[in-house]
């Protein structure tokens, strides 16, 4: 019978992704372990896999030429060798719009509640404490440029959402030329000159060795003092130690942050002691309704493949044809 293994999920109860592999007619079994040595040893025998964040290095495809498809429950794929599930013949699947509505919710609200510092204030009045202005200056949207980094589907989200609550929207992503407008009106700019003049800048950009500390610290030098950077991408994207010390230096408006380099936030990462910053625990994914499509499409990806069908969101959809000839010699 067919196996189906879930990897490292993020989901205390997998009930669901049980039901649905068994009333595919396979089996269903899961492990909490992510590191790579663990993972390629139970994948032993596994037809295809469900993540959230085990490791797929090329060892572990090396040690299991039988798998078929690795299905990953989110966007990013940054911890899987594309190239080695590839060249074993393994499908590797994503879910790219099951979070288009609420990460986008989520890095508006970060923005909002950063202007506001209702985080700040909510604090001092479960203390007793009935002063606004300790921690002025405050702010509003009115008058503020929100610019957007990265306008893929999420991008394009905050844009659309930042320019209906008013703000001024302008964009960068790699495929659109500068100095020019979108359809909708949005202007396109160099990435650095967008870092100079916006009043907010927001990253939605996937984690590559291009965009890796995409925001470092000559950047964040670019930007005004009264800045505020909201990160709902991936933590890497910028150098966190810099900003760290750039907020510490008095510089910035503050920082709106829901993914980290290193996750969990280590106990001594100068972010925790760095003042004007508002965190959440990489959760801007989630909402009850996403979910279900996340849940929902990551397995029946799985499914699709160790059945004999393509699944939609295949990235490398090259290895059909390579799994093929390998299941032919």
């Excluded at 490292?8 to 269903?28: C, H, Q, S, Y």
């Excluded at 986008?104 to 909510?122: F, K, M, N, Q």
């Amino acid at each position: 019978m067919k196996k189906i293994l879930g990897a490292g999920l993020d989901f205390t109860n997998l009930d669901f992704e049980r039901t649905m592999v068994e009333e595919a007619g396979m089996i269903f079994e899961a492990f909490p372990e992510r590191d790579a040595a663990t993972v390629a040893r139970k994948l032993q025998g596994a037809d295809g896999v469900i993540t959230s964040y085990a490791q797929f290095p090329a060892s572990v495809f090396e040690a299991n030429p039988q798998l078929l498809v690795v299905s990953r429950t989110g966007t990013g794929v940054d911890g899987i060798d594309l190239k080695a599930a590839t060249q074993n013949g393994t499908a590797l699947c994503n879910v790219p719009d099951y979070g288009t509505e609420v990460v986008s919710d989520h890095a508006i609200a970060l923005t909002l509640g950063l202007l506001r510092r209702l985080a700040d204030v909510d604090a001092d009045i479960r203390q007793g404490i009935w002063d606004f202005a300790r921690h002025r200056p405050l702010g509003q949207i009115l008058g503020r440029s929100f610019g957007v980094v990265g306008l893929g589907a999420i991008g394009s989200a905050v844009a659309r959402k930042a320019a209906g609550l008013g703000f001024r929207v302008r964009c960068w992503d790699r495929k659109l030329t500068p100095s020019t407008t979108t359809p909708e009106g949005y202007e396109v700019c160099e990435l650095d000159d967008l870092l100079a003049q916006s009043d907010v800048v927001s990253f939605h950009v996937a984690l590559t060795p291009d965009t890796h500390h995409l925001l470092n610290q000559d950047r964040l030098n670019l930007m005004k003092d009264d800045a505020l950077i909201i990160n709902t991408s991936r933590g890497a994207v910028i150098d966190t130690t810099a900003l760290a010390a750039t907020l510490q230096a008095g510089k910035l408006w503050g920082a709106g942050l829901d993914v980290f380099e290193t996750e969990p936030l280590p106990p001594d990462s100068p972010l925790r002691s760095a003042p004007r910053t508002l965190f959440s625990s990489h959760d801007g994914y989630w909402s009850e309704e996403s979910a279900v499509i996340l849940r929902t499409q990551a397995v029946q990806q799985a499914i699709d493949v160790v059945q004999g069908r393509q699944a939609p969101h295949t990235l490398n959809p090259e290895a059909y044809a390579i799994r093929a000839t390998l299941g032919s010699s």
